[in-house]
């Protein structure tokens, strides 16, 4: 009975980080630069969404890199003294882009 109960609870953790980093992915390309799948901390942690959706964005963001899904140069990001760090996605492929397939066609023909 623990074991399912500890289960479902890290299932629940997961799948909320999950959603986490899929919200973070279209936050960066709300925030940040239309151009380009970046945006500096201080930028997006001083964004109103942002701040009302993440119960902590530093762990969000530092799970994504964990997950190769963003990159940046600190190892830690706090309020104020990374304000500066560029926060970059790395599927650079804009929001709402068809997937391509797997020999590289779009599969929006």
């Known amino acids: 009975m623990i074991m399912s109960n500890s289960a ?3 299932n629940e953790v997961e799948e909320r ?9 279209k936050d960066i ?14 930028e997006l942690f001083d964004d ?13 963001l530092k799970a ?3 997950r ?7 190892p830690i990001l706090l309020k104020g003294a990374h304000d500066k760090v560029m926060v970059n996605l790395v ?10 397939t797997n020999n590289g066609v779009s599969s929006k023909e």
């Open 48 to 60: 109103e969404q942002t701040q009302q959706h993440y119960e902590g964005l530093a762990a969000t």
């Open 91 to 100: 599927d650079t492929s804009p929001q709402g882009e068809s997937e391509t």
């Open 64 to 66: 994504a890199k964990k």
């Open 68 to 74: 190769g899904i963003v990159t940046y140069k600190s």
């Open 29 to 42: 390309w709300r925030v940040g630069d239309p151009e380009k799948p970046q945006v500096a901390f201080g």
């Open 17 to 25: 980080l999950n959603n986490e980093i899929e919200q973070l992915k």
């Open 8 to 10: 479902s609870i890290v």
